[in-house]
């Protein structure tokens, strides 16, 4: 049985392929991560691979997936210059695990979310795990989808923020956010979940939350922690919610990184509680959270930034922003828009030559051609459309550079996005002006696709 672990260097990915390699003794694992890795059993096999990159997914994976983990949240950096959030750059990496696995025939998906409120003002983190499962579900694959909030373990980002707390504090002052309930799991009862659930059609289509003990607020969570660690702690709550002040002295507390803390810190305002009537095994949320402390191994760890292993290659900008889709349009519609605006709303400056299936940008005359577009057309479709970055005065030579415009959530949106890309200007000149430049065309872009879409609305009613 062919097996593939998405995130498989992340602490629950770890810990879940001993369980998956007693379960299926016979498979053969497939773990997917940044960087590349290595293992003394032959029956897993590391493989390093870009996510946002859909060919070097579909390279990366075998031509037949039984069963297939996603574990992948990207709160962290992707590049030296990141313009765009972790909800967009998510919706990419879900598109492209959604249309490369569904190639291979694959029987089962489960991924790992974040529990939700019933709600509908969510924080950005929150919509961001449901979005990721509506990607799934509209490219209709067979999916067991998994809620969990804050998940203890030795190598969990947010264990570690929530045991240096108490450790490095022995006076907390707890703000409104922290009388907020929520449902922790132990490591242990996440894995033994999602090894469960593998391969097993009754759970095909359904949604579970995972609960380790019950309801319990993140102040009662720190001292249960403290009288845990053996660790006498004074806790003053105050009736504000403060969240801007909040994940500044979390981050700085803690030292980790801001990619990982705010986000985390803004969900705080909603309860994220277990539902009752939608847990595998209803027996695990019974337990007191201090039981729950004896399934999970917590230590806190002294070195380097929680959440920053990963090194970005120097140099290099990932830009993502998301633009409304008026109705009845495409990616390729979009893509022909931006060609005949952008001259327009940059003219006289800018000049844009469309020959065929390449685009030229030149700075007052053909003769300054400061960017090169190039549509490739085996890897595009109407919903996608990739075009290589090819040459250009604003091109470094080293330039391996790609933007596409994708089609994402119902066909409510559509995300314009630039990979990998390498600028001829110095660094510091470029993000204050070429990099400042691209973020505000974009924006008047997004502008004129709203203005276009509100037409559309106007001309249906008349």
């Not at 992340?10 to 001993?18: D, N």
């Not at 995300?415 to 000149?429: E, G, Q, T």
Request: proline content about 6%; charged content about 20%.
């Amino acid at each position: 049985m062919n097996i593939v672990v998405a995130g498989a260097s992340g602490f629950v990915g770890r810990a879940l392929i001993p369980h998956l390699l007693e379960k299926f003794p016979q498979s053969q694992i497939t773990a997917l991560s940044r960087n590349q890795q290595s293992s003394d059993d032959p029956r897993v096999e590391w493989r390093p691979c870009d996510l946002f990159s859909l060919k070097a997914l579909e390279q990366a994976l075998p031509s037949r997936i039984d069963l297939a983990f996603y574990l992948v949240h990207s709160m962290g950096p992707t590049a030296a210059l990141d313009q765009g959030s972790f909800a967009d750059y998510d919706l990419i990496l879900a598109d492209n695990f959604a249309r490369a696995v569904e190639k291979t025939g694959i029987r089962h998906l489960i991924y790992l979310g974040g529990l939700t409120p019933e709600k509908s003002q969510l924080s950005l983190h929150l919509r961001s795990r449901l979005e990721v499962e509506e990607t799934f579900q509209e490219h209709k694959l067979p999916i067991t989808i998994f809620r969990a909030g804050l998940v203890l373990g030795d190598e969990g980002s947010s264990s570690q923020i929530l045991i240096k707390l108490v450790r490095r504090l022995p006076v907390m002052i707890c703000p409104k956010w922290t009388q907020t309930l929520t449902t922790p799991v132990d490591l242990a009862t996440a894995v033994q979940s999602l090894t469960s659930a593998a391969m097993d059609e009754s759970c095909v289509g359904r949604t579970f939350d995972l609960a380790g003990c019950q309801p319990i607020t993140y102040v009662e969570m720190m001292k249960e922690t403290a009288r845990k660690m053996g660790l006498r702690r004074y806790f003053l709550a105050v009736p504000f919610f403060t969240p801007t002040l909040s994940r500044l002295w979390v981050s700085l507390v803690t030292n980790s990184s801001r990619d990982l803390v705010y986000p985390l810190v803004e969900s705080l305002e909603h309860p994220m509680v277990a539902r009752p009537n939608h847990l595998l095994n209803p027996a695990t949320a019974e337990r007191s959270y201090f039981e729950l402390l004896d399934k999970a191994s917590l230590k806190s760890k002294r070195a380097g930034r929680t959440f920053l292993r990963f090194q970005a290659q120097r140099r290099t900008v990932r830009s993502v922003q998301r633009l409304p889709l008026p109705a009845g349009r495409n990616a390729e519609w979009i893509k022909d828009q931006y060609a005949e605006w952008l001259p327009r709303f940059l003219a006289p400056f800018i000049g844009v030559e469309v020959t065929g299936p390449t685009l030229a940008f030149s700075l007052f005359s053909r003769r300054f051609k400061v960017l090169g577009l190039k549509l490739n057309s085996e890897r595009s479709d109407p919903d996608r459309q990739l075009l290589n970055i090819t040459d250009g005065l604003l091109v470094n030579r080293e330039n391996k550079g790609r933007l596409e415009f994708r089609v994402v959530l119902s066909r409510q949106h559509v995300l314009a996005a630039i990979h990998d890309f390498k600028p001829a200007l110095p660094w510091m000149i470029y993000r204050y002006s070429q990099a400042v430049l691209h973020l505000w065309v974009m924006k008047a872009f997004s502008g004129y696709l709203a203005d276009s879409t509100q037409s559309m609305h106007e001309q249906i009613k008349l």
